[in-house]
């Protein structure tokens, strides 16, 4: 599986936007790029995926960069929430993959009120 | 509609025992993973089930192994329990299809401490 590279941690206030980088700079063609989080005492939780393209989504945003080789998530306005450790994972189409999800570390976000 | 569950949600055992867990996959889904989180770490994938057969293996020993049943539920058994099997157990479910749909739903785990 291609790696990712993401801080092990950012802090936020409440209500501002919070961009949490992710580089992967070996994604092949057929990488997807899924972002998971998981919050204190949960198992992780679906936030978003993308190929090439930015999507959106209720939860959030994911801009991709033109070369792949860098993606960002957005969290429009951070709210206490959202406090949790945030995992980008490439995920590749076909294969024997099969849904497989190799976790990084992952980022803790800190919000504060 | 009721997601992931998983059972039980805390267990603890002594060196050498076996245990099983239990997980029910999201209606709907075919497709049941197993991960171990140990403290402090992100999951690490363990085995996956689909159509009651295990599709994919992490590197993970013998000791683990699981089955599926005709509704797509699913069982984690760890035999010869170690001190270092000590950890978060995740149940993963979703439809096995095109990627571009690919969603992993997680349980809330059982937190397995072997003493």
């Known amino acids: 599986d291609a790696k990712t590279t993401q801080p092990n941690s950012m802090e936020s206030n409440e209500e501002e936007p919070v961009h949490l980088p992710c580089n992967h700079s070996t994604i092949s063609g057929t990488d997807y790029i899924h972002w998971y989080r998981q919050l204190p005492s949960q198992g992780p939780e679906y936030v978003i995926h993308?190929?090439?393209s930015n999507v959106n989504n209720r939860m959030a945003s994911l801009a991709i960069a033109e070369d792949r080789k860098s993606s960002t998530l957005i969290l429009h306005r951070a709210t206490l929430r959202d406090a949790a450790v945030y995992y980008c994972i490439l995920r590749r189409a076909g294969g024997t993959s099969y849904g497989k999800l190799t976790f990084g570390q992952g980022t803790i976000l800190t919000v504060h009120p | 509609d009721a997601g992931v569950t998983q059972s039980p949600t805390h267990l603890i055992k002594t060196r050498g025992q076996q245990v099983t867990l239990r997980c029910s996959p999201k209606s709907g889904h075919d497709t049941v993973s197993w991960y171990q989180q140990a403290l402090g770490q992100g999951p690490q994938f363990i085995f996956q089930?689909?159509?009651?057969?295990?599709?994919q293996r992490g590197n993970f020993p013998d000791r683990f192994s699981g089955h599926q049943f005709p509704n797509y539920s699913s069982e984690l058994n760890v035999n010869a329990l170690l001190l270092g099997d000590s950890a978060l157990y995740l149940c993963a479910s979703s439809l096995t299809g095109s990627p571009a749909l690919d969603e992993q739903y997680f349980g809330p785990g059982t937190r397995l401490t072997v003493t």
């Open positions: 089930y689909y159509e009651e057969e295990e599709r």
């Open positions: 993308g190929l090439t």
